[in-house]
């Protein structure tokens, strides 16, 4: 089985639904997915906690529940890519359902190998641009709160070793403008010998566990000056 292959989880109540998409999307190439199945939305929420799948087929008329309920269930846990199984009848719900959510949908009924893998590697690739735009998004706030912050405000990455300032953080420190990000070794070297103890103890709780410390250390400035930080 190749390591890349897409888990995919198909919930439907009937197990000859299961059973036909299943073997319609490993018709279309069989070592590329693995396939899960779950009958009822409880089963799918556990099922995608134990093994988060790349890709879910929901069949939109479960017994317990219709697709949209459990679609709701499904985003309250994960961003999975979801893709609705539905008759010709409820197409209209399936499109509907596209505005809460799901990626995409199918007519069982018109299932193909072909039709079926492109499906799914359309909501995959739906479904990471989205999360690509939201992370974008977010680091574009971030970047927003930092240029109009008038204190003193840093991003530190532990395990990246760098540590991004707040605009006004470069005339506090005399850092030089439009360098915002630098490497957290710049810190180490620049705190005062006699806190060394007590920056380096709060350093370790921050990598060993990911604790909460607080503590004042004083540093020296590129112009030579001691300042005193508060670190929280």
């Known amino acids: ?27 279309s190439a069989r070592d590329a997915y693995t396939i899960a199945g779950v009958d009822h939305s409880d089963h799918a929420r556990d099922a995608c906690r134990a093994a988060p799948p790349n890709c879910v087929l929901l069949d939109y008329c479960l017994p317990d529940q219709d697709g949209q309920a459990v679609l709701a269930k499904l985003r309250a846990i994960t961003a999975v890519p979801v893709v609705l199984l539905t008759d010709v009848e409820h ?54 709160a930092l240029d109009i912050a008038q204190i003193i405000v840093w991003e530190w990455d532990i395990a990246a070793r760098t540590i991004t300032y707040s605009a006004h953080a470069t005339t506090s420190f005399s850092l030089p403008p439009g360098q915002i990000t630098h490497s957290i070794d710049k810190l180490d070297a620049a705190i005062y010998p006699p806190d060394r103890p007590a920056y380096d103890q709060a350093l370790g709780v921050a990598l060993a566990n990911g604790g909460v410390y607080q503590l004042q250390v004083r540093v020296y400035t590129p112009d030579d000056q001691l300042r005193w930080l508060e670190l929280r």
């Open 1 to 27: 089985m190749d390591p890349a292959a897409l888990h995919v989880l198909i919930i439907a109540d009937s197990p000859d639904t299961r059973l036909a998409v299943g073997q319609i999307l490993l018709r």
């Open 91 to 144: 197409e209209d719900r399936a499109v509907e359902a596209l505005q809460h959510g799901a990626q995409d949908y199918a007519i069982k009924d018109t299932l193909t190998p072909a039709r079926l893998r492109l499906t799914i590697q359309r909501a995959v690739e739906s479904a990471q641009r989205q999360a690509s735009a939201a992370l974008w998004a977010n680091e574009q706030r971030f970047r927003l």
